[in-house]
T-cell receptor, first 113, second 113 residues
Framework: KAGVTQTPRYLIKTRGQQVTLSCSPI?????VSWYQQTPGQGLQFLFE???????NKGNFPGRFSGRQFSNSRSEMNVSTLELGDSALYLC????????????FGPGTRLTVT | ELKVEQNPLFLSMQEGKNYTIYCNYS?????LYWYRQDPGKSLESLFV?????AVKQEGRLMASLDTKARLSTLHITAAVHDLSATYFC?????????????FGKGTLLTVNP
């Protein structure tokens, strides 16, 4: 079974631009979660989607948004990029039950200059 | 708000030695995860601990969970260089869902020959 895939793997953007990251979950998984990893703040939960609906959201500004498509693929968007948005963005998929284990993708390394 | 504290944050040890990483959390939980992360890579699941007293072992790593003390430990036996990585614990609160994990800051383990 193929694992979680994320595209692109690396991205360089300029302050003020916007960016869209993509995550394809493991086949059959309906839940996709997004996490931001930075050296200062560590790993922080952004949001989670299940069956095209956002089920939960972390404490991030509205510049961070996401969506999920009917095939469970998910995208996250960051508008008006700031230097502090430079991070490794990880997505994780699971079947969708509240106790199901999450499986993490390889991440997208975003650098904002 | 659930808080997860790991210590130590940095651990330098010699090959062949034993050591323990500690993970304390602030609210009731019955699900705790340990992950390994190599530089620039994603998270690799090591252990899932689901009940009080749970103990799991894989090779030179052993994890345990004490839900009453709100403490998990990751014990390293006879360390080898290949174990050098960053180790994270992550907690889902009781009654909460896996998709909103709270992570510790991570322990950067360096095993020296």
């Amino acid at each position: 079974k193929a694992g979680v895939t994320q595209t692109p793997r690396y991205l360089i953007k300029t302050r003020g631009q916007q960016v869209t990251l993509s995550c394809s979950p493991i086949s059959g998984h309906r839940s996709v979660s997004w996490y931001q990893q930075t050296p200062g703040q560590g790993l922080q939960f952004l949001f989670e989607y299940f069956s095209e609906t956002q089920r939960n959201k972390g404490n991030f500004p509205g510049r961070f948004s996401g969506r999920q498509f009917s095939n469970s693929r998910s995208e996250m968007n960051v508008s008006t990029l700031e230097l502090g948005d430079s991070a490794l963005y990880l997505c994780a998929s699971s079947p969708g039950g509240v106790k199901d284990e999450q499986y993490f993708g390889p991440g997208t390394r975003l650098t904002v200059t | 708000e659930l808080k997860v504290e790991q210590n130590p944050l940095f651990l330098s040890m010699q090959e062949g030695k034993n050591y323990t990483i500690y993970c304390n959390y602030s609210t009731t939980s019955d699900r705790l995860y340990w992950y390994r992360q190599d530089p620039g890579k994603s998270l690799e699941s090591l252990f899932v601990l689901l009940s009080n007293g749970a103990v799991k072992q894989e090779g030179r790593l052993m994890a345990s969970l004490d839900t009453k003390a709100r403490l998990s430990t990751l014990h390293i036996t006879a360390a080898v260089h290949d174990l050098s990585a960053t180790y994270f614990c992550a907690v889902a609160p009781s009654g909460g869902s896996n998709y909103k994990l709270t992570f510790g800051k991570g322990t950067l383990l360096t095993v020296n020959p």
